[in-house]
């Protein structure tokens, strides 16, 4: 019995002698922790960093509205049904060719790594992301909220400058090959305009009827072919001088920046200096126990 009791005095006296030479050596723990704060934000000074950096885009119906112009309500000449006025020979049709700007240009170049190289390595001097983009296989992402894209850089305050450019330089390129591809469209369709127009004054020459009924029909098609050609004239006009920018602001929000895993760097910053601080302060105090029980 003797023999535990001693035992159990032992580690009272270890236990109260630790919690002493805790309190009598506090100034060691922040002598270990000062150092180690001052090195932790020294280094995250160091550390490379990358943010989301996130904008959002007008509704497609509206950036599709700043690329189209109006169309006339007599757009469409429909001939078919018409074979006693023997006009067979004429090519336009009741045909519609839908393209949406947005969807089928806009966005995905937007979203190519392809033209983001281009662009970064334009302004390679300027912001030095070439090697950054193509090392980490950079592109425009599409985020859950609708309209919402980010692109992912390393942190810099010229970020919102950069993708601000690059959104303008796809807009530019964009609206380039836009405007190439409906201009052939549209001179193809005036071709065939001017071609059926022809059609139906040979057709009104080489018809001697007096049918009076006839002659209106042949004048309401030619006022609607008359109509498409003046609109068609209009709309070339229009697209080979449609500007580039628009002069509209297609981001409905400012770019935002989100530091990515962020929170990992807190804890790198700040506790984890605390954490070791603890470690390296009772080591510290165990090996003064150690010393003092050899000397006793």
């Given at each position: 019995?003797?023999?535990?009791?001693?035992?159990?005095?032992?580690?009272?006296?270890?236990?109260?002698?630790?919690?002493?030479?805790?309190?009598?050596?506090?100034?060691?723990?922040?002598?270990?922790?000062?150092?180690?704060?001052?090195?932790?934000?020294?280094?995250?000074?160091?550390?490379?960093?990358?943010?989301?950096?996130?904008?959002?885009?007008?509704?497609?119906?509206?950036?599709?509205?700043?690329?189209?112009?109006?169309?006339?309500?007599?757009?469409?000449?429909?001939?078919?049904?018409?074979?006693?006025?023997?006009?067979?020979?004429?090519?336009?049709?009741?045909?519609?060719?839908?393209?949406?700007?947005?969807?089928?240009?806009?966005?995905?170049?937007?979203?190519?790594?392809?033209?983001?190289?281009?662009?970064?390595?334009?302004?390679?001097?300027?912001?030095?992301?070439?090697?950054?983009?193509?090392?980490?296989?950079?592109?425009?992402?599409?985020?859950?909220?609708?309209?919402?894209?980010?692109?992912?850089?390393?942190?810099?305050?010229?970020?919102?400058?950069?993708?601000?450019e690059y959104l303008n330089y796809v807009k530019e390129i964009t609206i380039n090959s836009f405007r190439l591809d409906v201009l052939r469209h549209l001179d193809k369709e005036l071709k065939t305009i001017l071609y059926d127009m022809d059609r139906v004054y040979q057709i009104l020459e080489n018809k001697n009827d007096s049918n009076n009924i006839f002659k209106e029909n042949i004048n309401i098609i030619m006022t609607l072919y008359d109509s498409r050609k003046i609109q068609l004239e209009q709309n070339i006009t229009f697209f080979i001088n449609?500007?580039?920018?628009?002069?509209?602001?297609?981001?409905?929000?400012?770019?935002?920046?989100?530091?990515?895993?962020?929170?990992?760097?807190?804890?790198?910053?700040?506790?984890?200096?605390?954490?070791?601080?603890?470690?390296?302060?009772?080591?510290?105090?165990?090996?003064?126990?150690?010393?003092?029980?050899?000397?006793?």
């Amino acid at each position: 019995m003797t023999d535990l009791n001693h035992i159990s005095y032992n580690k009272e006296i270890s236990f109260i002698e630790l919690l002493i030479n805790l309190w009598n050596f506090k100034k060691v723990f922040f002598y270990i922790l000062v150092p180690l704060i001052i090195l932790s934000f020294f280094f995250d000074t160091f550390i490379p960093k990358k943010s989301k950096n996130i904008f959002r885009l007008q509704h497609p119906f509206k950036i599709n509205l700043d690329v189209y112009p109006a169309e006339s309500t007599l757009s469409s000449v429909v001939l078919y049904n018409l074979g006693s006025m023997n006009i067979q020979n004429i090519n336009i049709r009741d045909q519609k060719i839908s393209i949406d700007f947005y969807s089928s240009y806009f966005k995905p170049r937007l979203m190519s790594k392809k033209f983001l190289i281009e662009f970064a390595e334009m302004n390679n001097d300027k912001y030095n992301l070439v090697e950054y983009i193509n090392k980490n296989n950079v592109s425009v992402l599409r985020e859950r909220e609708r309209f919402k894209f980010s692109l992912i850089l390393p942190d810099h305050e010229s970020n919102s400058e950069f993708v601000m450019e690059y959104l303008n330089y796809v807009k530019e390129i964009t609206i380039n090959s836009f405007r190439l591809d409906v201009l052939r469209h549209l001179d193809k369709e005036l071709k065939t305009i001017l071609y059926d127009m022809d059609r139906v004054y040979q057709i009104l020459e080489n018809k001697n009827d007096s049918n009076n009924i006839f002659k209106e029909n042949i004048n309401i098609i030619m006022t609607l072919y008359d109509s498409r050609k003046i609109q068609l004239e209009q709309n070339i006009t229009f697209f080979i001088n449609l500007k580039s920018d628009l002069g509209q602001d297609w981001i409905l929000d400012d770019t935002t920046k989100i530091i990515l895993n962020e929170k990992f760097y807190k804890v790198i910053k700040y506790l984890l200096p605390v954490i070791l601080s603890l470690i390296f302060y009772l080591f510290y105090v165990f090996i003064k126990l150690a010393k003092q029980d050899k000397k006793h």
